[in-house]
């Protein structure tokens, strides 16, 4: 099935350090969704987006929806150990099922 | 706690054999979706129901198979067992809006040896 692209695939940082991430497609979402795994865990639902532009906070995290409607991004504040994990992007067309990214794995070095 | 729950939490089985692996969707919510996790993997979508009927068919092997009862809950049946099907399997859930957010329950690890 179709996956989106997502990059970078890892990221070592310093505690404290800004992170960016982002997800890109060749088709259209009307829906974009940024989650968190942990290791033997499910998803963790983040930061949901539903408009083209917006801007939406949780916390430390900032997710933007495109203006083109093919991408989004994740940017996360101040990194403290506890956002190490692996971080999944997902699109959806309405009506249909959802489509991941292959996720960028943060590691942040204390 | 996202409200999806799955069971078993972990699975051993051998080779050959067949499982039933559970999922009980938040309340109100009518999709059910099922995704397979390898390990180091990214999320592989399986299938998904409606309200009782397949929506969407994702890259499901013809040894396994799904159905979501009256009750909403679902059932992923996985026969034939093989060593390459050991992973995490994960349930997921979203409501009846179109643009309603997918909640993933804490997964079901099998083991086949």
């Known amino acids: 099935g179709q996956q989106l692209n997502q990059s970078p695939q890892s990221m070592f940082i310093q505690e404290g350090e800004d992170v960016s991430m982002n997800c890109t497609s060749s088709?259209?979402?009307?829906?974009w969704l940024w989650y968190k795994q942990d290791p033997g865990e499910g998803p963790v639902l983040l930061i949901a987006?539903?408009?083209?532009?917006e801007l939406t906070s949780n916390g430390r995290l900032t997710a933007q929806f495109g203006i083109t409607r093919k991408d989004s991004f994740l940017n996360i504040s101040a990194s403290i150990p506890s956002d190490v994990g692996i971080y999944f992007c997902?699109?959806?067309?309405?009506?249909?099922?959802?489509?991941f990214g292959t996720g960028t794995s943060l590691t942040v070095i204390p | 706690d996202s409200g999806v729950t799955q069971t078993p939490k972990h699975l051993i089985t051998a080779t050959g054999q067949r499982v039933t692996l559970r999922c009980s969707p938040r309340?109100?919510?009518?999709?059910v979706y099922w995704y397979q996790q390898s390990l180091d993997q990214g999320l592989q979508f399986l299938i998904q129901?409606?309200?009782?009927?397949?929506?969407a068919k994702g890259n499901i092997l013809e040894r396994f198979s799904a159905q979501q009862f009256p009750d909403l809950h679902s059932e992923l049946n996985l026969s034939s067992l093989e060593l390459g099907d050991s992973a995490l399997y994960f349930c997921?859930?979203?409501?009846?809006?179109?643009?309603?957010?997918?909640?993933f329950g804490p997964g079901t690890r099998l083991t086949v040896t």
């Open positions: 309340s109100g919510d009518l999709s």
């Open positions: 987006l539903y408009k083209a532009g």
């Open positions: 129901y409606y309200n009782g009927e397949e929506r």
């Open positions: 997921a859930s979203s409501g009846p809006g179109l643009d309603s957010e997918q909640y």
């Open positions: 088709s259209i979402f009307n829906t």
């Open positions: 997902a699109g959806r067309r309405t009506g249909n099922q959802f489509y």
